[in-house]
């Protein structure tokens, strides 16, 4: 069974930095598609950042050049790399992992909060 543990949220302020950090169990890491999603209150999920399993990246426009997200295989870790935070990036940060196209993973989501 695959198990993704998220890390590294908090409270930051605008114009800060913070790195998340998703952890995956299991076998195969290093064939899944791995993704970021956050979801405010009162708003739907909405896509961060997805990474494949050779490393390519794409992002939501709202984050593009401020946000980076990586992978190491050899650790099974995802990473978002967040500077210049806003407060409209306060969310729920999830980490998903995608296995075959189908099997669909998700954590239980880390607090991020943009506020002065």
């Known amino acids: 069974q695959v198990q993704v543990v998220e890390s590294g949220g908090g409270l930051v302020q605008p114009g800060g930095s913070l790195r998340l950090s998703c952890a995956a169990s299991g076998s195969m890491f290093g064939l899944a598609v791995m993704g970021w999603y956050r979801q405010a209150p009162g708003n739907q999920r909405e896509l961060v950042a997805t990474?494949?399993?050779?490393?390519?990246?794409n992002y939501a426009d709202s984050v593009k050049g401020r946000f980076t997200i990586s992978r190491d295989n050899a650790k099974n870790t995802m990473y978002l790399q967040m500077n210049s935070l806003k407060p409209e990036d306060t969310a729920v940060y999830y980490c998903?992992?995608?296995?075959?196209?189908?099997?669909?993973?998700w954590g239980q989501g880390t607090q991020v909060t943009v506020s002065s």
């Open positions: 990474i494949t399993n050779v490393g390519n990246t």
């Open positions: 998903k992992l995608t296995k075959f196209a189908r099997d669909e993973y």
